[in-house]
């Protein structure tokens, strides 16, 4: 449970907060970027093709930073969210989403930490995961991307963000859930982990602040080429 002490104070208020703070707009990250990382995962999943048809997974949803916009968009069941604390959806259905779009829109969730994607029972077209493995180790982060690959529709897209090291910056080997610590993995890493897990990935200059965007596919003709890439920047004017 949430430290009732920040967990019911006002959004307004909540941006004095650390990241990491039990307040739903802080756990998730920087309080101040709440709406704008939701809003520039939409905008990323609809560049990508996402339409209201598709079904989606919201891989670590948190509060629904951005499930407060692809909840709506979606028909009714299309949206499935894993997130093992329970009281950050709580918090964001009732402050944010509220209930009759809860039962309009029928989204699904699980609350749980075993990376386990299987139990909606559902082929996913789209997955994304903002912000997960960059709190994660290699043994995580190689069973999300198995979980991914077996849950993928066969021309299903994930978009997924690591940390990148600074050039000259030793990284050491981690492992299990490190939040809410960050970590760094080299991209030669990334790409045996995709690899092992029978993905192909590409990375896209999608503006993010911190982090940096991948694609994942099953069949990489699905991927962007050099010139779709250049068309996903995600720039803020």
């Known amino acids: 449970m949430a430290d009732m002490s920040t967990r019911y104070i006002s959004p307004e208020e909540a941006l004095d907060l650390a990241p990491g703070s039990e307040h739903y707009t802080a756990y ?36 629904l930073r951005a499930g407060r916009f692809l ?48 139990a909606f029972d559902v082929a ?5 995961a903002q912000s997960i493995f960059s709190h994660c180790g290699a043994d995580l982060i190689a069973r999300g991307l198995r979980e991914f690959a077996a849950n993928l529709m066969p021309q299903g897209l994930a978009a997924v ?23 760094t993995h080299p991209v030669s890493s990334i790409q045996t982990w995709i690899r092992e897990a029978s993905l192909h990935g590409v990375q896209i200059p999608w503006h993010h602040p911190r982090q940096t965007w991948w694609l994942l596919a099953r069949d ?9 890439k250049r068309l996903l920047h995600g720039a803020v004017l």
């Open 28 to 63: 998730v990250g920087p309080p101040d970027d709440y709406d704008f990382m939701g809003a520039t995962q939409f905008r990323l999943l609809c560049a990508l093709g996402l339409r209201e048809h598709h079904r989606l997974l919201d891989f670590g949803c948190g509060s």
């Open 71 to 118: 909840i709506p968009y979606l028909k009714a069941g299309n949206y499935c969210g894993i997130e093992p604390n329970r009281w950050l959806i709580e918090d964001a259905i009732e402050r944010e989403i509220g209930a009759d779009q809860i039962r309009i829109k029928a989204p699904r969730f699980l609350y749980h930490d075993t990376f386990d994607c299987s």
């Open 124 to 128: 996913f077209d789209y997955i994304i």
């Open 161 to 183: 963000t690591f940390i990148h090291p600074d050039p000259g910056e030793e990284t050491e080997p981690s492992s299990g859930w490190i939040y809410p610590d960050c970590v």
């Open 220 to 228: 990489p003709a699905r991927l962007p080429s050099d010139e779709g």
